[in-house]
């Protein structure tokens, strides 16, 4: 093992450390920018594509990747840890919320009940608008397309889905 590191030792050139710390500083930019992947991938490549330049074998190669590999794990861990005692900056963690005094709301309320009718708005393919009464709302179908301006009567209410047939009076 260690003539691994003494092979690697005189191999080492500036421009190895330079795409090395590349793809260190790409991979840092996709952790606090977070992205699609674009710059965290590339920091991985470069890096990966670095180790086997600077290895002089294949076996010299894997072992230096697994080194990464165990470092990066590693790495990962502990900033998870910190992330979780609350040391890593607020950007990485989300703080805010969606509760109802901020306005969120899940569900809205809804004062419709069984038996209510209405009239479709728009086609129900099965989905569609409704009007009851002067209120406008999404409503759903049994799972029969309904036409525009067809007479519905509400059959369940849960939660804010409202589920309507046609009224057969």
Known sequence: MSEIFAAIGANIGALHIILFALGI?????????????????????????????????LVQGFVLFAMLALLVTVLFVLMMVLTSYGIIP???VLTDSTDNGKGYTAVSETELKEGDKGT????????????????????????????????????????????????SE
């Not at 991979?27 to 180790?51: K, S, T, W, Y």
């Not at 509400?154 to 409202?162: A, C, D, L």
């Open 90 to 92: 607020k950007k990485l």
């Open 25 to 57: 500083i790409c991979m840092v930019i996709e952790m606090f920018e977070p992205g699609i992947g674009i710059f965290g991938a590339a920091g991985l490549i470069i890096m990966i594509i670095d180790i086997f330049v600077l290895a002089e074998n």
């Open 120 to 167: 479709a708005l728009t086609q129900l393919r099965p989905a569609g608008k409704a009007k009851f009464g002067e209120k406008t709302v999404d409503v759903v179908s049994e799972g029969e397309f309904l036409e525009v301006g067809t007479k519905i009567v509400v059959i369940s209410v849960v939660g804010n889905k409202i589920t309507v047939k046609p009224d």
